[in-house]
C-alpha cells in the first residue's frame, strides 16, 4: 500500500497486490468473479464502470466502483490484468487499486493513469525458458563447486520453492524465510518449503490471513507435516529453473551437492548406529 501520509484519511491511495487464478480462467471470467466478489462484502457497492486497460502491453481491466465504509463512501478504480505463469496450473492476477475518500480529480485521474503506464511486467514464463546456457554451466561436477559449500552444508538451511516460478530460494533460517515469504502466497499454496536436507515442511499460522479482498497478511511457522505423501527437494530439483541464494548455494549444481552430501552424512550416522 503507498499513502501520502501515515496518518488520518488520504486523499489518495494505492495498493497493489497479486493473486492466483485458474489458468482456464479468463479475464472477462476472473472480472465477472470480482464483481460479484465486490458486491458480496462491500457494504453499499455500487459498481459505476468497467473498460478496458493494459499493463506493459497486456490486456486488462478497470472498475470504477463506490462503497460504504462505516458511513464514509470511498470510491476506487481498480485494473487487473492476467499475468501468464511458469505453472501451467494458474495466471498471477495482478490488481493495481486506488482509493479516494471523494470522487476522483482530475489529478488523480492523471496519477493513477501514469502509473499503470509506468507498469514493466517481469514476465514469469520468460523465466521458465531460463537461459540453457546457464542451465548447462549449472550442471558442474563436484570438484567445481567451491569449497565454501562444505561449510555452508553444517547451516540449517531452509529452502523456498516458488511453485509459480519454480525458482528455489534459500534462507538461513526459518525466521527469515518466515518472515520473506508472504503468508497470503503460502496459504493459496504457491510456496514449498524444505529443510536443510532437503526433507518438506509444512506451514502451520499462529495468526491466520484476514480478510477476502483487502487481505491481510498472518504469521506462521514451519514443521514436520503430518501426511507422509509431500515430496522431497531432491524430487523438485529436475524442475527448478533459478536458485536465489548467497554462494555457495546460488546455482542447481551446489543445491544438488548440498543434498548429496546430507543424504550421505545421515547415512554415515545410520551406518555407526548400526
Known amino acids: 500500500m503507498f499513502v501520502l501520509n501515515d496518518e488520518g484519511p488520504n486523499d489518495f491511495s494505492i495498493v497493489v ?25 462491500l457494504p453499499k457497492c455500487e459498481l459505476m464502470d468497467v473498460s478496458d486497460r493494459q499493463y506493459d502491453g497486456y490486456p486488462a481491466a ?37 482509493t479516494c475518500p471523494q470522487p476522483f480529480s482530475e489529478q488523480w485521474d492523471k496519477a493513477f493513469a501514469d502509473l499503470l503506464d509506468s507498469v514493466r511486467i517481469r514476465d514469469a514464463h520468460r523465466i521458465s525458458t531460463f537461459d540453457t546456457g546457464n542451465e548447462t554451466s549449472a550442471e558442474l561436477n563436484e570438484d567445481e563447486v567451491p569449497e565454501e559449500s562444505h561449510a555452508a552444508s553444517e547451516l540449517q538451511h ?10 528455489l530460494h534459500v534462507f538461513d533460517d526459518e525466521e527469515q524465510a518466515c518472515r520473506r515469504v508472504n503468508a497470503l502466497e503460502v496459504e493459496d499454496g ?20 484476514t480478510g477476502k479482498i483487502w487481505r491481510s497478511e498472518g504469521k506462521y511457522h514451519l514443521r514436520r507435516p503430518t501426511l507422509p505423501t509431500m515430496l522431497s527437494l531432491e524430487s523438485h530439483v529436475d524442475r527448478i529453473v533459478r536458485v536465489v541464494g548467497a554462494s555457495p548455494l546460488d546455482s542447481i549444481a551446489a543445491i544438488r551437492l548440498h543434498l548429496e552430501r546430507q543424504a550421505g552424512a545421515m547415512g554415515a550416522g545410520v551406518d555407526a548406529r548400526l
Not at 531452509?158 to 525458482?167: C, E, G, M, P, Q
Open 17 to 41: 497486490s497479486r493473486s492466483a487464478a485458474s489458468a482456464t480462467e479468463t479475464l472477462e471470467e476472473h472480472v465477472q468473479r470480482l464483481k460479484q466478489e465486490l458486491t458480496t462484502t
Open 158 to 167: 531452509i529452502f523456498a520453492l516458488s511453485i509459480r516460478d519454480r525458482v
Open 62 to 98: 478497470e472498475l470504477r466502483y463506490r462503497w460504504s465504509n462505516n458511513g464514509v463512501i470511498l470510491y476506487q478504480r481498480q485494473a487487473v490484468a492476467l499475468i501468464k505463469s511458469s505453472n501451467t496450473d494458474h495466471h498471477a492476477a495482478l490488481m493495481i487499486t486506488a
Open 190 to 209: 504457491m510456496w514449498a518449503f524444505f529443510n536443510t536436507e532437503g526433507k518438506p515442511l509444512q506451514a502451520e499460522f499462529t495468526t491466520p490471513n
